[in-house]
């Protein structure tokens, strides 16, 4: 069995900082690449940023130079430093993982979502 839990999220005024972290345990061999998705109400869930095993980094562009993603393999757990949130950071967010439990099976494993809530 694997697990993936976010934690961090929370209430915070309009310039502040939060950091979201995405623990994965369980039966596993290799957390590879790691996604972080946010939904906000009546929207479709968008792609935030994600990481490779090897540390490359991607992000949308309505979070570049405000968000980073990191990552601690030994840990098996991935982070997202968010500064400067905004109202519109506003949403469930979501990691997903693409997760080897051994060499021949690797699958995609969701979170169940944390909270974000920025105030004006």
């Known amino acids: 069995q694997v697990q993936l839990v976010e934690s961090g999220g929370g209430l915070v005024q309009a310039g502040g900082s939060l950091r979201l972290s995405c623990a994965a345990s369980g039966r596993i061999y290799r957390l590879n690449v790691v996604d972080w998705y946010r939904q906000a109400p009546g929207k479709q869930r968008e792609l935030v940023a994600n990481?490779?095993?090897?540390?490359?980094?991607n992000y949308a562009d309505s979070v570049k130079g405000r968000f980073t993603i990191s990552r601690d393999n030994a840990k098996n757990t991935v982070y997202l430093q968010m500064n400067s949130l905004k109202p519109e950071d506003t949403a469930v967010y979501y990691c997903?993982?693409?997760?080897?439990?051994?060499?021949?099976?690797?699958?995609?494993?969701w979170g169940q979502g944390t909270q974000v809530t920025v105030s004006s």
């Open positions: 997903k993982a693409k997760i080897s439990t051994n060499l021949l099976s690797t699958s995609d494993y």
């Open positions: 990481i490779t095993r090897g540390g490359s980094t």
